[in-house]
């Protein structure tokens, strides 16, 4: 069965010298499968500009979504918007041993540029747009709503050793009584 994905493939070595343009939507719809782990049915919007430097690619753009959160002080739900821009390198090589499959790409930021070593020539732009997405996810979510710690507060008030996550998620059983 052939995957959606090889839509947002990019063949470095085919690239014209000024480099190529690229555009994906939630109204085209070319991103929705690989994004909707990260951004549920969110909309985004991705561009991006690939150029060949020398040996190696800049790959530049900007990506705009929303996802889905839980706050983690107050446990409601909460938008997050991603805001992303960026210039960063791709490295083509062969042998790049700690990369676990073929193909995959490793981020590695160095001196302020951020290098994707990728083993392939075939570039798949859905795969960095959701590693870009992944990384904009904060660890630990805040909705900044006024009553945020309000309801914290009275969720907890039965607790004795509030723990600073959604108390609706909250495995009662491991707090000390
Ligand atoms: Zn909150």
């Not at 979504?65 to 210039?87: Q, T």
Request: net charge negative; glycine share 6%; charged share 25%.
């Amino acid at each position: 069965m052939k995957r959606s994905t090889n839509l947002t493939f990019v063949n470095l070595k085919s690239l014209p010298e000024k480099g190529e343009q690229y555009q994906f939507s939630q109204q085209n719809g070319e991103l929705d499968e690989q994004l909707r782990d990260l951004i549920g049915s969110n909309n985004y919007y991705v561009s991006l500009e690939v150029r060949p430097v020398g040996n190696v690619f800049e790959i530049s753009g900007e990506i705009r979504a929303e996802m889905d959160l839980i706050c983690s002080h107050c446990g409601r739900e909460l938008h997050h918007p991603v805001n992303d821009s960026f210039n960063e390198l791709i490295v083509v090589t062969a042998k790049w041993t700690r990369a676990g499959h073929s193909g995959h790409v490793n981020s590695v930021k160095d001196h302020e540029i951020t290098c994707n070593y990728a083993t392939s020539f075939d570039f798949d732009l859905g795969d960095f747009v959701h590693e870009h997405i992944a990384l904009a996810e904060p660890d630990h979510p805040l909705c900044a709503r006024p009553d945020c710690d309000d309801v914290f507060n009275a969720a907890n008030r039965t607790v004795k050793n509030p723990i600073d996550f959604n108390p609706l998620l909250r495995d009662n059983s491991s707090i000390k009584k």
